[in-house]
């Protein structure tokens, strides 16, 4: 189960990158805005950062 999760998500990983990347986009944009949630403004911006890392190769998906 754990394998086809991980070829799930290698095989989606650049769909994974964009949605984490809108969401950390709309949370800079509340940032600005006033109205901050410091925690999933940290979150979101991670996970985008990452996804983007293994989908450039940056990262290695552990075995």
Known sequence: ??????????KNIKYFMYVCIILAIKEWADLFRGDVDIGRLILNTFLAFYFWGLSTGKFEFRE
């Open 1 to 10: 189960m754990i394998k086809q999760f991980r070829a799930f998500i290698i």
